[in-house]
């Protein structure tokens, strides 16, 4: 199964079921699988449409090709005002995915890298596989802008403080193997085996019984009606700094020189 058309013809997300499992693939390989609107739409629905069928009892959320995860959002789309959200879902949050909370277990399998968006993807996850080369960063300030996707705020809920604060102060990555010692991800496995990996993670969840297992996800994390207690702060004051900084030069700067492929110059205004 396809859904969501990109202007190339292209589907921009891949939907596929392997047993009670729904895989789910980013499909912009040209692009390092960034997010743009049609990403958003299509793996919201996606989402949703595990949420709501009852013979999916886990999701797994991959990147097509073997370069990268997910690269964040599509910068030069967001340099042109595209809408990097769900058109009639914008509280799903970026990619239809961080603030899209199911009942049901999702595993993150990431091939490559997973830099901005791709590791707030991660983030938004309840379990990752990581491929020995794969890479997780949050590098929005390498470009004018911040974490603002989850990613500063659930960074600081997944390793230690010290640890956390350098990944987003600094912008730069932790390798897999780090990921792995601090906690960040369950299992590293072989380049090229870890969709593998994270569907037999999920069989090994969808032998259990599946009502007993979405009662104890929303327990664990704490969820009311769709909704993490305590999240609605976080994401309050994270808009709120990310609204403020795009009124910026420096946040139009940073996709601006990105886009040109040259070094960025900060004004710091």
């Known amino acids: 199964m396809t859904t969501t058309e990109n202007p190339a013809t292209e589907p921009a997300v891949l939907v596929e079921r392997r047993g009670n499992v729904m895989v789910i693939t980013l499909n912009r390989p040209q692009a390092r699988n960034a997010v743009n609107g049609a990403v958003s739409s299509g793996l919201g629905d996606a989402l949703e449409q595990a949420q709501e069928d009852p013979g999916v009892w886990a999701v797994v959320l991959t990147g097509a090709g073997d370069k990268s995860f997910c690269a964040g959002a599509d910068l030069k789309a967001l340099y042109k005002g595209e809408n ?17 909370v199911i009942d049901k277990p999702t595993i993150a399998a990431v091939n490559g890298t997973a830099l901005g968006g791709g590791s707030e993807l991660a983030l938004a996850s309840d379990l990752v596989v990581a491929e020995e080369r794969a890479q997780f960063g949050l590098p929005e300030v390498k470009r004018g802008l911040m974490a603002a996707a989850g990613g500063a705020f659930r960074i600081m809920d997944h390793l230690p403080q010290k640890v956390a604060l350098e990944m987003v102060l600094t912008g730069d990555p932790l390798t897999a193997a780090d990921a792995l010692r601090w906690g960040l991800i369950n299992q590293v496995a072989p380049d090229g085996t870890v969709l593998d990996a994270a569907i037999a993670l999920a069989e090994r969840i969808t032998v259990n019984a599946p009502l007993a297992v979405q009662a104890s996800k929303r327990v664990a994390l704490g969820v009311d009606d769709g909704r993490i207690a305590g999240d609605d702060r976080r994401w309050a004051r994270s808009n709120r700094e990310m609204a403020a900084l795009m009124q910026t030069a420096d946040a139009m700067e940073g996709p601006l020189a990105f886009a040109q492929k040259r070094a960025p110059v900060w004004q710091a205004r």
């Open 84 to 100: 990097l959200f769900h058109p009639t879902r914008p509280d799903w949050g970026f990619g239809g995915y961080v603030s899209h």
